[in-house]
């Protein structure tokens, strides 16, 4: 339902905020009980210019003898004056208040909208850059959300109660100087109209945006890139690329500010004069009955007034970049919800045994460019299957395949004869337990990282994972032991020690079916060992599909699947594809040469050592 | 308050006199644009209490007065926006370039240290704000102190006592401001404690999003999120709620002044001893004098975002620099003397002593966490070491100019930088006056011009910020390029970065021997038998070179480093179906 309006248009920023709402599931009411508080003070805060007037009128009318001054008449306007001010301010900050309450609410609605979303969407959409983007997303273009929602909305609404109010109170006092008092207002109107609109100002603008970007970028790029920089001496030449866009920018920025020089002053100093078109008309009005009081009265007031009309619309000047901020957040939340999660089944089934087939399978990351073109074969329950095969070959993609990362484009991949797409994700999950080349863990204690793998064990079984995976010993000599943090702010794990953390869980969740990455090259000899024994306990009578990228590692595998652009190339046992001198054979004897890479310092001469690099050309 | 000026203003406070000035006449103009309404009302009251017809050519003088003023805001009102906005954004630029021209200073590793992306958000979000407080909230803030100071003086000569009462509460109000200042401060370090927890809530989910998911724990489930959002969520109403109502106490209090004003004016005006003329002064002023600066008061929140702003970049323009300027003598060789050396207290290194001699190859083995790293990263003076010295050819590295230590290295690092650009343009950053042809020579011998020659526009190939259209072997192989290009005595390198896939292993691995060859090296190396030749072997652990010497004289000690050769003569990286309960294949 979020996403069919995902693609709608959200022009006005009223729309967008609705949107907003709708994402965020927060209802109106809030916002309305804002909105009126917020008018509810603009009225508030006027009461003491009526206060003021009347105490003129008084004083005034008893010019003559100020004895006869009426002291409770007097009392009582200066403290009607203190408290609607003060209720007006209190009602102010009051609706203030609920405009946070429900700003804080919508932003913490649509980072739990969107962080549900993303937990149904294909795993395959966390593999690509799309999670730092989405990161920026949830942090801070939700957060633009929280200064229009929380102050530019009252601000709006007061802003325009109170000129409303003020110009009824005119009207219904004297129309002709309440005209006078409205002719700057609509001078003002005519010249933003004028200045602000146009198609050169439109491009000054996208001009202004592509600065921006620019420096953002180039900023970026100075920070990542400072190591290299500073390695190859580069620091003057990069300081100055970076130095002219920041320049470039001041310059863009400064040309938009000229161009809104005359319209803004031009605005500002014809609202912010209302009193030279009121006092003039006012004693024109005068010259012909001089002796009014009553009209000099009229004009004190209007006087009064005038200022108030001014301060409010400047707030609502400042608006703009709020607005258009607004419009980009919710395109940014719009594009991650408009991304579709894998589609569960109606009738979910569970199948009763647990190997793996591809069927004819076909699967293409971008349309045309098949990543998988037709490829079957099968993991029989118990039984280790090694993908092997060049880099972006394809091997990845498999093994992710059969979790249902993504879904196939045609053939269908099945465990236990149940096509995956019919098994709800979360069974799905829980059939499936995956060992990457990189161990998540959560930043907490080592306790809740293993027992992340069953939520339910006791704390007794974590600890009998972590001997099986032969992580007990070190997690002892932490210092709080199983109670130790880690991650940020914690105790700092060494790749070797994570990954085998990462087994302890896999061992406690027990599920029948195995992914394993094996990429462990990072890892010193001791703790090879160790993680030796940890997967050998992990593999113990379950299907296990292995993505190997040391042919050695995997040489025992009972099949071993040669993935090469797409395709299966060949496939059997170690034996087997030996004896074929086909694509294996040559990878099984590159890999020994580079298995026996010894680096060669000054001691060989520099002829010997070139001419082993022309033999490696010329192969 | 100096400080957050000389912040906003990247150092130069000076900078904000003109727009100020100009401001303040913005002011006085309005100041004096009332002053011709209040005149004329004033008039026209004396004439009706005096009981004599108002001078309508005097009002009418007044009127062309307002006329005139107007006109004159018009152009005082352009001068202070030009001035105040013109200052604002070259404030931003001189801070974004003092800001990069520090980053190229600082030590390395206290860049390596810290997110790219905390640098580029100081670079736009804060310096933005810095454009916002300067441009917009500071001339608003600076008219609503001067304002009504300006008026309390004024009044003062008109009617002491009837100023006093109106402006009697502004200092209990800015005490209470002040107290404002210190809650904001308490709960606000709070807000970003919250704040910061989302951010690495957020991170872990998105990072994490495989593994939740694989454990059923990601969305509802990853109830460590929602925590963190509601703390959030909490806090942030705490801070607005707390002082938001202590902002607007102290306005309701500072304006509060009126009524006071109203209740000793009308007693007095009853004795006698207040003319109703002045008092008519006093409300027309006092009814409009505290209005801007209640707008300036109800700003306070995002005064203090900036404030944050100002010493988040502080911070970095105040982080000191690495000393030294001489150049580094071109010899490829080093020496460790005593080094002690410690990550923000925790220490690494304990008291290594070694000499990189020329052109020999020194490895460094051992567990991971003992300081292997840290050795190279001392030697390429990414930092400097607490305790003893590193010498570059004899010269204490502390004296030497950081930028020519470098010079004279190349390092293979894990990650590998490409910039925006083409392929020869980031060979070239080896040595920017190569030719064309030395490039494409630097890349053979990097074992990547074949790949570079089958891309579509050959070596003018773009690749993108990061170089993420390249593969990691070749991204390596071009940064192996652009390392044979620059031709440093000195080599370092991890081996582990040769761990690629296995056709690409061999060509790194190849293009790696070319760029150690007659050179001096120093290596990390996690399989043993890579540096088996090298000159020497440091093995270290916790921070100490426990063994040293040949490959062979180490295995005959029978030490740390025989024990690590054994195993992994054994072991050689772990096997599935090798003996496991199962046997292969069975079902």
């Known amino acids: 339902m979020l996403q069919k309006r995902a693609n709608m248009n959200n022009k006005s920023p009223l729309s967008g905020l609705s949107r907003l709402l709708e994402i965020a599931g927060e209802k109106r009411g809030l916002l309305v009980v804002a909105s009126l508080l917020c008018a509810l003070s603009a009225v508030a805060l006027l009461v003491p210019f009526y206060s003021v007037y009347r105490i003129i009128s008084e004083l005034t009318a008893k010019r003559s003898d100020l004895r006869m001054l009426d002291a409770m008449a007097m009392t009582r306007w200066a403290v009607i004056a203190f408290t609607s001010m003060l209720a007006g301010i209190f009602i102010y900050f009051a609706g203030l208040m609920c405009s946070h309450l429900a700003a804080f609410n919508i932003l913490y609605g649509l980072r739990m909208a969107m962080s549900r979303h993303l937990a149904l969407l294909p795993m395959g959409y966390f593999t690509g850059n799309a999670s730092g983007a989405v990161k920026k997303t949830l942090e801070f273009n939700i957060e633009k959300v929280e200064l229009f929602v929380a102050h530019n909305l009252p601000d709006i609404v007061a802003g325009i109660t109170a000129p409303v109010v003020i110009f009824a109170c005119m009207f219904s006092v004297n129309p002709p100087l309440a005209a006078m008092a409205l002719l700057p207002l609509a001078l003002g109107a005519l010249v933003q109209a004028r200045g602000y609109g146009g198609a050169a100002r439109q491009a000054a603008y996208r001009e202004y945006h592509d600065r921006m970007e620019d420096l953002n970028q180039s900023a970026l790029e100075y920070v990542r890139g400072m190591p290299i920089i500073k390695m190859f001496g580069q620091t003057v030449r990069s300081f100055k690329d970076f130095h002219r866009t920041i320049l470039a920018y001041q310059e863009c920025a400064m040309g938009i500010t000229k161009s809104m020089m005359k319209p803004w002053n031009l605005y500002s100093t014809i609202v912010g004069s209302t009193a030279t078109f009121v006092f003039p008309a006012g004693v024109m009005l005068l010259a012909g009955r001089p002796w009014n009081m009553e ?62 087939t591809f069927e004819r399978v076909r699967f293409a990351y971008v349309p045309g460019v098949m990543a998988i073109d037709d490829v079957s074969f099968a993991c029989p329950q118990g039984g280790i299957t090694a993908l092997v095969g060049p880099s972006g070959g394809g091997k990845s993609t498999l093994a992710k395949l059969a979790s249902r990362f993504w879904d196939v484009n045609a053939g269908a991949v099945r465990i236990g004869g149940v096509d995956v797409r019919d098994i709800g994700s979360q069974e799905l999950f829980g059939l499936v337990s995956f060992v990457f080349q990189d161990a998540f863990l959560l930043s907490d204690s080592v306790y809740n990282n293993i027992l992340a793998g069953k939520p339910a064990a006791a704390k007794g079984e974590a600890e009998t994972a972590a001997k099986a995976a032969r992580c007990h010993d070190f997690i002892l000599s932490l210092p709080d032991g199983y109670d130790t943090k880690i991650g940020e702010g914690g105790a700092k794990l060494s790749g070797g020690e994570a990954q085998r953390i990462a087994v302890a869980r896999a061992i406690l969740k027990n599920s029948p079916i195995l992914i394993l990455d094996e990429a462990t090259a990072f890892m010193d000899a001791e703790n090879e060992e160790l993680m030796q024994e940890a997967i050998s306990e992990l593999v113990k009578g379950k299907t296990v599909l292995v993505i190997g990228h040391r042919l050695p590692s995997v040489s025992k595998a009972g099949n071993i699947v040669v993935v090469k652009q797409g395709k299966i190339h060949e496939s059997g046992t170690h034996v087997e594809l030996l004896a074929k001198r086909g694509l294996y054979a040559v990878m099984w004897g590159a890999y020994h040469d580079a298995g026996n890479w010894v680096l060669r310092g000054a001691d060989f001469s520099g002829s010997e050592s070139r001419r082993g690099v022309r033999e490696g050309q010329s192969r | 308050m100096r400080d957050f000026l000389k912040h906003i203003t990247s150092g130069n406070p000076r900078a904000l006199v003109r727009p100020i000035f100009w401001c303040a006449m913005e002011g006085l103009n309005k100041l004096l644009l009332g002053m011709f309404g209040i005149l004329g009302l004033r008039h026209l009251f004396a004439a009706h209490i005096g009981g004599a017809a108002p001078d309508l050519a005097f009002l009418a003088g007044l009127c062309a007065g307002m006329a005139i003023f107007s006109v004159l805001l018009y152009f005082v009102c352009a001068k202070a926006y030009w001035e105040t906005f013109g ?5 931003s630029a001189a801070g974004r370039i003092a800001l990069a021209e520090k980053l190229r200073k600082l030590p390395l590793g206290n860049i390596l240290e810290r997110e790219s992306s905390d640098f580029a958000n100081m670079f736009m979000a804060d310096y933005e704000m810095m454009e916002m407080v300067a441009s917009h909230l500071l001339p608003q803030l600076l008219s609503a102190i001067v304002m009504p100071i300006v008026a309390f003086l004024c009044l003062l000569f008109v009617d002491w006592r009837m100023a006093a009462a109106m402006f009697a509460c502004v200092p209990a109000a800015l005490a209470i401001l002040y107290l404002a200042c210190q809650v904001a401060g308490r709960l606000g370090a709070r807000h970003v404690e919250a704040k910061i927890e989302v951010g690495g809530r957020l991170q872990e989910y998105l990072d994490g999003m495989m593994t939740l998911k694989s454990y059923n724990l990601a969305g509802g489930r990853f109830t460590r999120l929602e925590r963190a959002l509601r703390r959030l969520t909490r806090e942030s109403i705490r801070l607005e709620g707390a002082t938001g109502g202590v902002v607007n106490s102290a306005i309701c209090l500072m304006r509060g002044g009126l009524s006071v004003m109203i209740l000793a004016g009308t007693y007095r005006c009853m004795d006698g001893t207040l003319d109703v003329i002045t008092f008519l002064v006093f409300l027309l002023v006092g009814s409009a004098v505290l209005e801007p600066a209640t707008s300036a008061f109800m700003q306070f929140g995002i005064i203090r975002y900036a404030a944050l702003s100002a010493e988040r970049i502080h911070a970095i323009i105040a982080a000191p620099v690495m000393p030294g300027t001489e150049p580094a003598p071109a010899v490829g060789e080093a020496e460790m003397r005593d080094v002690g050396f410690a990550y923000k207290q925790e220490p690494v290194l304990n008291g290594v002593t070694s000499s990189f001699p020329k052109n020999r190859m020194i490895a460094l083995v051992g567990p991971s966490g003992s300081g292997k790293s840290t050795i190279l990263r001392l030697l390429a003076r990414f930092y400097d070491p607490q305790r003893g010295s590193v010498s570059l050819g004899g010269k204490d590295m502390r004296g030497l100019d950081p930028e020519s230590v470098l010079s004279h290295l190349s390092e293979v690092f894990q990650e590998n930088y490409l910039f925006r650009g083409s392929i020869a343009m980031n060979i070239r950053i080896g040595r920017p006056s190569a030719s064309a042809a030395e490039v494409e020579d630097a890349a053979r011998r990097a074992c990547c011009h074949d790949f570079i020659a089958s891309l579509p526009h050959g070596y003018d190939t773009m690749v993108g910020e990061g170089g993420a259209t390249l593969s990691g072997g070749e991204r390596q192989r071009v940064s192996i390029a652009r390392s044979l290009l620059k031709n440093a005595p000195i080599v370092l390198l991890d081996e582990a970065t040769a761990s690629l896939d296995p056709e690409n292993e061999a060509s790194v691995q190849r293009a790696i021997n070319e760029l150690v060859r007659n050179r001096t090296v ?8 890579t540096v088996r030749n090298a000159d020497r072997i440091l093995v270290i652990d916790g921070g100490r070179i426990v063994e040293q010497g040949k490959h062979d004289e180490l295995v005959a000690a029978k030490g740390l480093y025989a024990r690590m050769w054994n195993l992994q003569l054994n072991a050689g990286g772990w096997r599935v179906g090798s003996g496991t309960a199962i046997s292969s294949g069975t079902i």
Request: proline share 9%; hydrophobic share 50%; charged share 20%.
């Open chain 2, 87 to 91: 200052a604002a954004y070259s404030a």
């Open chain 2, 522 to 529: 120093a290596v990390i190396a996690h399989k043993l038998k």
């Open chain 1, 295 to 356: 009209l000099a009265l009229t004009l004190f007031l209007f006087m009064l007034l005038v200022p108030g009309i001014g301060a409010p619309l400047y707030k609502l000047m400042a608006l703009g970049g709020n607005l258009n901020q607004i419009a980009e957040g919710v395109r940014r939340l719009d594009l991650v919800l408009s991304e579709n999660p894998l589609p569960e089944p109606e009738n979910p089934k569970l199948p009763d045994r647990y190997d793996i």
